[in-house]
């Protein structure tokens, strides 16, 4: 079992211990993603799902309003800005305190949620490869970025992954733009594996097996694998029977040292936190 160390991360001028791993709930804008557990349309929907994933153990709310499941639509900027307004005016009114992470690959959208909302974290897809001005936002907005390795774009990402040294490639993926957002002054950074982003069954299953060798880095790791297809693909059925399956997977990759796990289903995943940081506690 990997041992852990103090990180923190800076959320609006207050430190957060990722010593013990947190849990990041999913609250998606969309009507297309992958899991029609989390769409949340209207205003009571929105407000429903916010104070469940603080009331069952979240630390994190995540909003998204792009859906980046394989082969989805593309969503106009001014769209995707109109539902971040709209559920984040209910988030907030919700839960004025809570710590909320947008999920978007645009500096624009990025620089509106953290401007006019107050958003702790933005959470990128792309690791700035789909709006070359993220970048520079994030060293202006001195938030915690949140990259995530993807071969392709959602779009595409899927039809033919495709790499000679899985590992190899990730970790000097993460090494060009650590270092790239460091010389800018970025800050509080956090690196995502891309379960289910541009890789097979296999390719999934040979970075869970080896991802402890990304603490390389000395980085907070979040994992997503929440319901994804690595899961029902293997064990057959849908994202709606893949909750068992996901739990598991959560605990392994705490074990092997996810500091955050982004979830659907967050009670689940704040007792897996729990088990596993027992065990942590009683071993050290």
């Known amino acids: 079992m990997k041992q852990r160390t103090a990180k923190y ?16 709930g999913i609250l998606n804008l969309t009507p ?8 949340k349309q209207t205003e009571q929907e929105i407000a429903c799902r916010t104070n469940q994933i603080i009331s069952e153990g979240g630390s994190i709310i995540d909003v998204g309003a792009y859906s980046s499941r394989p082969n989805a639509a593309d969503v106009p900027v001014q769209e995707e ?3 971040l307004r709209k559920g984040l005016a209910v988030v907030f009114r919700e839960q004025p305190e809570a710590v909320v992470s947008v999920d978007t690959f645009r500096a624009d959208v990025a620089k509106m949620c953290v401007e006019e909302f107050g958003v702790a974290i933005i959470n990128d897809i792309a690791a700035g490869e789909m709006d070359k001005d993220m970048f520079h936002a994030i060293a202006r907005l001195g938030v915690p970025y ?3 390795h993807m071969q392709g774009a959602p779009q595409n990402m899927q ?3 495709h790499y000679d040294h899985l590992l190899k490639e990730v970790i000097c993926y993460f090494s060009e733009k650590v270092q790239r957002l460091r010389d800018m002054g970025a800050k509080d950074l956090i690196i995502d594996p891309g379960f289910g982003f541009g890789k097979t069954l296999a390719h999934n299953y040979e970075l869970l097996g080896k991802m402890e060798e990304l603490s390389i880095f000395g980085l907070p790791i ?6 994804k297809s690595m899961i029902y693909n293997l064990l057959g059925g849908t994202p709606e029977d893949a909750l068992n399956g996901t739990t598991a997977i959560n605990t392994i990759a705490l074990m092997k040292g996810a500091d955050i796990l982004r979830v659907h289903d967050v009670k689940p995943a704040a007792e897996a936190v729990k088990i596993v940081s027992t065990m942590n506690d009683t071993t050290n």
């Open 9 to 24: 991360i800076n959320v609006n001028g207050r430190l957060m211990d990722l010593s013990r791993p947190q849990v990041m």
């Open 32 to 39: 297309d993603s992958f899991y029609a557990g989390s769409r």
């Open 81 to 83: 800005m109109e539902r």
């Open 146 to 148: 949140i990259m995530m």
């Open 159 to 161: 039809r033919h992954p």
């Open 222 to 227: 979040l994992v997503g694998v929440s319901r």
